[in-house]
Protein backbone atom coordinates (compact mmCIF):
# COMPACT_ATOMS: atom_id res chain seq x y z
CA UNK A 1 0.00 0.00 0.00
CA UNK A 2 1.07 3.43 -0.84
CA UNK A 3 1.70 6.20 1.03
CA UNK A 4 -1.48 8.86 1.08
CA UNK A 5 -0.64 12.25 2.25
CA UNK A 6 -3.29 14.50 3.64
CA UNK A 7 -4.71 17.64 4.30
CA UNK A 8 -3.13 20.25 6.03
CA UNK A 9 -4.89 23.16 7.48
CA UNK A 10 -3.15 26.52 7.90
CA UNK A 11 -3.96 29.18 10.36
CA UNK A 12 -3.31 32.27 8.38
CA UNK A 13 -2.07 35.26 10.52
CA UNK A 14 -2.33 38.88 8.99
CA UNK A 15 -0.31 42.17 11.36
CA UNK A 16 -2.95 44.29 9.63
CA UNK A 17 -5.81 42.89 11.13
CA UNK A 18 -5.28 42.13 14.84
CA UNK A 19 -7.97 39.44 16.23
CA UNK A 20 -9.15 38.36 12.75
CA UNK A 21 -8.82 34.18 12.82
CA UNK A 22 -8.83 32.30 8.57
CA UNK A 23 -8.11 28.94 8.78
CA UNK A 24 -8.34 27.26 5.07
CA UNK A 25 -7.00 23.64 3.94
CA UNK A 26 -3.77 23.65 0.87
CA UNK A 27 -4.46 22.46 -2.77
CA UNK A 28 -3.47 20.69 -5.18
CA UNK A 29 -0.46 21.68 -7.31
CA UNK A 30 -2.54 21.42 -10.49
CA UNK A 31 -5.29 23.04 -9.30
CA UNK A 32 -3.50 25.81 -7.96
CA UNK A 33 -1.68 26.47 -11.09
CA UNK A 34 -4.95 26.32 -12.78
CA UNK A 35 -6.22 28.86 -10.97
CA UNK A 36 -3.25 31.10 -10.86
CA UNK A 37 -3.71 31.33 -14.94
CA UNK A 38 -7.72 32.09 -13.87
CA UNK A 39 -7.85 35.78 -14.72
CA UNK A 40 -10.01 38.20 -12.46
CA UNK A 41 -12.00 40.26 -13.99
CA UNK A 42 -14.60 41.74 -12.24
CA UNK A 43 -16.19 43.09 -15.85
CA UNK A 44 -16.55 39.06 -16.94
CA UNK A 45 -20.44 39.07 -18.08
CA UNK A 46 -20.10 35.15 -17.19
CA UNK A 47 -20.88 35.12 -13.29
CA UNK A 48 -19.57 31.38 -13.31
CA UNK A 49 -16.02 32.54 -14.39
CA UNK A 50 -16.36 36.17 -12.12
CA UNK A 51 -16.36 33.91 -9.19
CA UNK A 52 -14.03 31.63 -10.43
CA UNK A 53 -11.17 32.52 -7.97
CA UNK A 54 -13.33 33.24 -5.14
CA UNK A 55 -15.02 29.78 -5.42
CA UNK A 56 -11.82 28.07 -5.55
CA UNK A 57 -10.87 29.71 -2.20
CA UNK A 58 -14.12 29.44 -0.11
CA UNK A 59 -14.44 25.82 -0.97
CA UNK A 60 -10.97 25.70 1.01
CA UNK A 61 -11.68 28.01 4.07
CA UNK A 62 -12.56 25.83 7.11
CA UNK A 63 -13.16 28.45 9.68
CA UNK A 64 -12.98 32.18 10.20
CA UNK A 65 -14.37 35.23 13.15
CA UNK A 66 -15.20 37.63 10.58
CA UNK A 67 -18.65 39.33 11.24
CA UNK A 68 -21.05 41.03 8.72
CA UNK A 69 -19.82 44.23 8.04
CA UNK A 70 -22.11 47.52 8.23
CA UNK A 71 -24.91 47.72 5.94
CA UNK A 72 -24.92 51.31 5.27
CA UNK A 73 -22.50 51.08 1.69
CA UNK A 74 -24.03 47.24 1.25
CA UNK A 75 -27.18 46.52 -0.63
CA UNK A 76 -30.05 45.67 2.02
CA UNK A 77 -33.57 44.82 3.10
CA UNK A 78 -35.55 44.26 5.57
CA UNK A 79 -37.07 40.65 6.29
CA UNK A 80 -39.32 40.24 9.04
CA UNK A 81 -38.51 43.65 10.30
CA UNK A 82 -34.70 43.03 10.00
CA UNK A 83 -32.41 44.40 8.19
CA UNK A 84 -30.14 42.41 6.05
CA UNK A 85 -27.61 42.34 3.80
CA UNK A 86 -29.14 41.20 0.35
CA UNK A 87 -26.61 38.90 -0.90
CA UNK A 88 -26.34 36.97 2.36
CA UNK A 89 -29.40 37.94 3.94
CA UNK A 90 -27.41 38.10 7.03
CA UNK A 91 -27.88 41.05 9.45
CA UNK A 92 -25.12 43.72 10.62
CA UNK A 93 -22.27 42.12 12.83
CA UNK A 94 -23.85 38.56 12.41
CA UNK A 95 -21.24 35.46 12.44
CA UNK A 96 -20.50 34.78 8.67
CA UNK A 97 -20.10 31.07 7.36
CA UNK A 98 -17.36 30.61 4.84
CA UNK A 99 -18.81 30.85 1.96
CA UNK A 100 -18.01 32.40 -1.58
CA UNK A 101 -21.68 34.42 -0.83
CA UNK A 102 -19.87 35.68 2.06
CA UNK A 103 -17.16 37.19 0.29
CA UNK A 104 -19.80 39.13 -1.64
CA UNK A 105 -20.38 41.11 1.58
CA UNK A 106 -16.67 41.97 2.24
CA UNK A 107 -14.50 44.92 0.55
CA UNK A 108 -12.42 43.54 -2.23
CA UNK A 109 -9.12 44.40 -0.54
CA UNK A 110 -9.97 42.50 2.02
CA UNK A 111 -10.78 39.36 0.38
CA UNK A 112 -7.75 39.48 -1.87
CA UNK A 113 -5.51 40.53 1.22
CA UNK A 114 -7.00 37.13 2.97
CA UNK A 115 -6.73 35.09 -0.16
CA UNK A 116 -2.77 36.30 -1.13
CA UNK A 117 -2.17 35.61 2.81
CA UNK A 118 -3.39 31.86 1.92
CA UNK A 119 -1.34 31.46 -1.21
CA UNK A 120 1.72 33.21 0.65
CA UNK A 121 1.24 30.29 3.62
CA UNK A 122 0.63 26.98 1.31
CA UNK A 123 3.93 28.11 -1.11
CA UNK A 124 6.08 28.71 2.25
CA UNK A 125 8.21 25.63 2.46
CA UNK A 126 8.93 25.17 6.22
CA UNK A 127 13.13 25.50 6.56
CA UNK A 128 14.94 25.19 9.99
CA UNK A 129 15.55 29.26 11.01
CA UNK A 130 19.04 28.43 11.48
CA UNK A 131 19.08 27.85 7.53
CA UNK A 132 17.38 31.47 6.85
CA UNK A 133 20.56 33.28 8.38
CA UNK A 134 22.24 34.95 5.57
CA UNK A 135 24.94 32.21 4.67
CA UNK A 136 27.79 34.31 5.35
CA UNK A 137 29.61 33.22 2.15
CA UNK A 138 28.50 29.10 2.47
CA UNK A 139 28.19 27.40 -0.92
CA UNK A 140 24.77 25.46 -1.55
CA UNK A 141 26.30 22.10 -0.97
CA UNK A 142 27.55 22.96 2.74
CA UNK A 143 23.58 24.43 3.43
CA UNK A 144 22.30 21.26 1.71
CA UNK A 145 25.12 18.96 4.54
CA UNK A 146 23.23 21.49 7.22
CA UNK A 147 19.57 20.94 5.93
CA UNK A 148 20.27 17.12 5.82
CA UNK A 149 21.73 17.36 9.40
CA UNK A 150 18.14 18.80 10.63
CA UNK A 151 16.74 15.78 9.47
CA UNK A 152 14.96 13.52 11.01
CA UNK A 153 17.00 10.36 9.75
CA UNK A 154 14.32 7.68 10.85
CA UNK A 155 12.35 9.38 7.97
CA UNK A 156 15.09 9.09 5.52
CA UNK A 157 14.39 5.94 3.24
CA UNK A 158 16.83 3.25 4.06
CA UNK A 159 18.23 1.59 0.90
CA UNK A 160 17.28 -2.21 0.02
CA UNK A 161 20.11 -4.05 -0.06
CA UNK A 162 19.18 -7.59 -0.73
Not at 76 to 87: F, Q, T, Y
Not at 89 to 108: D, F, Y
Request: net charge negative; charged share 20%.
Amino acid sequence: MGYQPGKKLYNLQFEDFPGLEVAATGTSLGKLMHVSTTPLDLNQQDEEKRMEIFNFFAERLVKWNIEHPALEEIASEELDGIKVCAHCLLPEGAPMPCTATSLLCLELDFVMRIIFGWVGAISRVSIPKELLLNNGGRNMEEEMMKLVQHQNLSTLPTPNLS
